[in-house]
């Protein structure tokens, strides 16, 4: 198995595994896995790309059941940790001879592979104090060399406040989870006082798929529709700004600060910006920027009108080629 992690002398595990997800309970992580397993990569910027679960993959095995039938997965009941093989080929390169003569050679990408560890745990912080099932999770962090961070916008925009509160109860703070967790690998894996620590990190907001994150995205002028059926917040600038001034408005004024703590320990932090399940496209009457909602109501669930996962996959190989390039 190819292994993107480059081994140095610095006392971190040289087999660590590829790319590990983290986020707060509801913040969508289980719908950004089962979105892998349903959607794809762009062939012709990435090549092919899929996940193997292993044969006892349980986990994988229910979110494909949901997959099949376009519903949500259900809430995490129990710890489900797995590792999914990600496996695929880069696109096809031309190779020209050194004088430029003759017709150019096609060579096939090389078939490559890397692991993403699954630690989904029900409800709470991800690294709660004296838990077991989160100090699991937190040994999977320590021993990664990618880390997706997912970003639930929900519970930071005062539009939708009202949503995530329905149980009565009020939700973990993006800031407090994303300080526990960076205290913790401070305590753990810290090279030591202003220096970085050793992970790439993936800054990933979730849910553009819901109309008030959308309209927010929109009216910052943030979305492209340039080859699409339906527009995008891009990867990069676009996407960080987005973070960045979802963490300045948010309801939590905390928020405020996640921008300067995560930049001020990783040295290399992509941004991205999904929609799990794809904004709502009609086949015969295209999109409609007023009617993005892609869920139905049908026997009591939720399902999704017409599955496409965005950028989910571009999340994902977009870390991994950062973990190739082997910049530290």
Not at 232 to 242: L, N, Q, T, Y
Request: glycine content about 8%.
């Amino acid at each position: 198995m190819t292994d993107p992690y480059i081994p140095t002398d610095d006392g971190y595990p040289d087999d660590a595994p590829a790319i590990v997800l983290v986020g707060p309970a509801g913040g969508g992580k289980t719908t950004f896995l089962q979105g892998l397993l349903r959607g794809h990569p762009n062939p012709a910027t990435y090549g092919d790309w899929r996940v193997i679960p292993g044969r006892d993959a349980v986990y994988a095995d229910a979110l494909l059941d949901n997959a099949e039938i376009d519903a949500f997965p259900d809430a995490t009941g129990s710890v489900a940790e797995e590792t999914w093989t990600i496996i695929g080929t880069r696109p096809a390169t031309q190779e020209r001879s050194l004088w430029g003569l003759g017709a150019p050679k096609i060579r096939d990408g090389a078939e490559e592979s890397f692991d993403l560890v699954i630690c989904d745990i029900p409800g709470g912080s991800t690294v709660k104090v004296d838990d077991q099932a989160n100090a699991e999770t937190l040994e999977a962090v320590k021993q990664a060399a990618g880390i997706i961070l997912l970003i639930d916008p929900t519970r930071m925009m005062k539009e939708t406040q009202r949503e995530v509160r329905q149980d009565g109860k009020e939700p973990i703070s993006t800031y407090r989870h994303v300080f526990r967790l960076l205290k913790a690998l401070d305590r753990e894996v810290g090279p030591g006082r202003g220096q970085k620590l050793p992970q790439a990190l993936s800054v990933c907001i979730s849910k553009l798929d819901h109309a008030e994150v959308f309209n927010l995205a929109n009216n910052l002028d943030l979305l492209s529709a340039a080859d699409r059926e339906t527009p995008v917040v891009p990867a990069g600038e676009k996407s960080r700004d987005f973070f960045h001034h979802l963490c300045k408005m948010s309801v939590n004024s905390s928020d405020a600060g996640i921008p300067r703590e995560l930049e001020a320990r990783f040295s290399r932090i992509t941004y991205h910006t999904v929609s799990s399940i794809g904004l709502y496209y009609d086949p015969d009457r295209g999109f409609d920027w007023d009617n993005v909602v892609n869920v139905k109501a049908q026997d009591g669930r939720e399902t999704i009108v017409r599955y496409q996962p965005m950028e989910v996959w571009e999340t994902l190989l977009d870390l991994y080629l950062v973990l190739q390039a082997g910049e530290r």
